[in-house]
């Protein structure tokens, strides 16, 4: 009884060092349980620490069967050396069908030094998860070739089936204060000498409003042709209340922060309404805004195309349709 | 095979046991008329603080004080409440000297309740004391409580 409630489930790696990576988290958990209830399995989510007791209650609210916790002074840094022996020992012993985690800058230094340890093998980045029907295997679609292909991998031979996931691709299930789970305190062993010594921390400069949880999101491209003009989307996503996202290619010119980067590499933003703006439709781009409710387009060239995936397309060159579109929402607003 | 231990847990307000998380627990015998008990009840979600109830004896198994959700009903020890504040609930011996600290902590989206005691049955025996940051509690117990004592239970605790 005990044994079936960790083994041959889906495990969740919990990774709440703040906001950005809890709620990727959340959203892992939220797709783990859809992909548990087809495969008749359990969610077990994971999370080491010095004080978790926070995490685990707020992973039950937002979904996990279980919380796996490991408490110990010496979990208290995400450090690689630790989280690895930890956690290998947790899944030799228990054996989960699934491993997933963000594909957070811990995610992706991580898992692929745990998948090494557990001799299985990884997908890193992944844009999608779902069960193929007649195997029960986890299908995981990672951008390969630069991001030009979306490869569909399985691992049939290795378990756990590990996968690193794109922050913002799923949805969190709303937080359900009346839930009630498991927790579970596995014996965490000996841990190994970190290696690494952390000299100081230094918070990254964040903006007011998140990118991600913005209602709108003006994106520009390279199609912008200057920075003066990419610089007009920023009145634009103030007069509709939401926020400026960027192309890989806008970012190298130098006309928005690294931190404004959508796509594959950068952020995924699933807002109400997004409009992309001298943006030709790379997939590398694409993977990062196609959860948009509504995708407004707007490029001078009829054959882009991102106008395949816009909802509403409007044809026609940014230094002549922003200024008028600026001009008719400042009257409005 | 790696040991474990595992419990119930609650996304909205947990009491911390013998280094595990619960949603209530009770030590001894709540319906009691005379001996020892302590009631964490469990907290349903909007109740912003937990529900002690408890008869409390010296460990010599003489009664000092009872509480129902709280709140103090007898007092043959003379012991005081300090009044609570920033989520921290203590009551002293006649002494001064701590007898019970039930010390809440807020989270984002729940609570943990932490107690501290040192309490004794009718008979001297040792039942409940902190340990670390938790309580460890001795002999018969119900660790996990899912649904509030009073609606679980013919009666709620004594009066």
Redesign the interface.
């Known amino acids: 009884m ?1 044994k079936n ?1 960790l083994s041959d489930s889906i495990w969740v790696f919990g990774d709440y060092r703040n906001y950005f990576q809890n709620r990727v988290t959340l959203q892992l958990i939220a797709k783990g349980k859809e992909l548990a209830k087809e495969l008749d399995k359990q969610l077990i989510a994971v999370v080491l620490g010095d004080q978790v ?2 995490y ?3 992973y ?2 937002h979904g996990a069967d279980v ?1 796996v916790a490991g408490e110990d002074p010496g979990l208290m840094e995400y450090q690689v050396d630790t989280y690895t022996a930890v956690l290998a ?2 899944v030799e ?2 054996k989960p069908q699934i491993l997933l985690a963000g594909a957070t800058s811990f995610g992706r230094e991580f898992f692929p030094r745990l998948a090494k340890r557990l001799h299985t093998g990884l997908s890193a980045d992944c844009v999608a998860l779902d069960v193929e029907k007649d195997t029960g295997l986890l299908v995981q679609t990672t951008p390969s070739f630069g991001g030009e292909l979306l490869a569909e991998v399985v691992t049939p031979d290795h378990k756990p089936q590990m996968a690193t996931v794109h922050p913002g691709i799923f949805r969190e299930l709303p ?13 965490i ?1 000996p841990l190994p000498e970190i290696r690494v010594k952390r000299m100081r921390t230094r918070p990254q400069q964040t903006h007011d409003i998140r990118l991600e949880d913005a209602a709108v999101v003006v994106a520009g491209g390279i199609g912008l042709g200057s920075k003066e003009l990419f610089g007009m989307l920023s009145e634009l996503a103030d007069l509709l209340g939401g926020d400026v996202g960027a192309t890989r290619p806008a970012v190298y010119a130098g006309w928005a922060e690294e931190e404004r980067l959508l796509g594959q590499t950068g952020k995924n933003v699933r807002p109400k309404l997004l409009i992309s703006v001298g943006t030709s439709g790379a997939l590398q781009y694409t993977t990062g805004i196609q959860g948009a409710e509504t995708i407004i387009a707007i490029n001078r060239d009829p054959n882009a195309p991102f106008f395949k995936i816009a909802d509403l397309g409007l044809v026609g060159d940014a230094v002549t349709v922003l200024p008028l579109l600026l001009d008719a929402l400042r009257k409005r607003v | 095979m790696i040991r474990y231990q595992e419990s119930t847990i609650s996304a909205y307000h947990n009491y911390l046991v013998n280094d595990t998380l619960t949603p209530g627990f009770s030590v001894g015998d709540p319906d009691s008329q005379e001996g020892f008990f302590f009631l964490a009840d469990m907290v349903q979600s909007g109740e912003p603080a937990p529900r002690i109830s408890a008869r409390i004896l010296d460990d010599h198994g003489v009664p000092l004080v009872e509480l129902s959700e709280n709140e103090i009903r007898k007092n043959s020890g003379g012991c005081i409440r300090q009044p609570p504040s920033g989520g921290e609930s203590l009551i002293l011996l006649f002494s001064g000297a701590p007898l019970l600290e039930v010390n809440t902590r807020s989270f984002a989206n729940g609570y943990l309740t932490i107690i501290k005691a040192k309490l004794f049955d009718e008979n001297g025996e040792l039942r409940m004391e902190s340990q670390g940051k938790s309580i460890r509690v001795y002999g018969d117990a119900n660790l996990t409580l899912c649904t509030p004592f009073a609606s679980s239970h013919k009666s709620s605790p004594p009066k």
Do not use: N, T
Request: hydrophobic share 45%; charged share 25%; aromatic share 14%.
């Open positions: 005990k409630r007791h926070q685990a209650m707020e039950v609210a919380v020992r947790w012993a228990f937080h359900d204060p009346d839930a009630f789970g498991c927790i579970i305190y596995p014996e062993g």
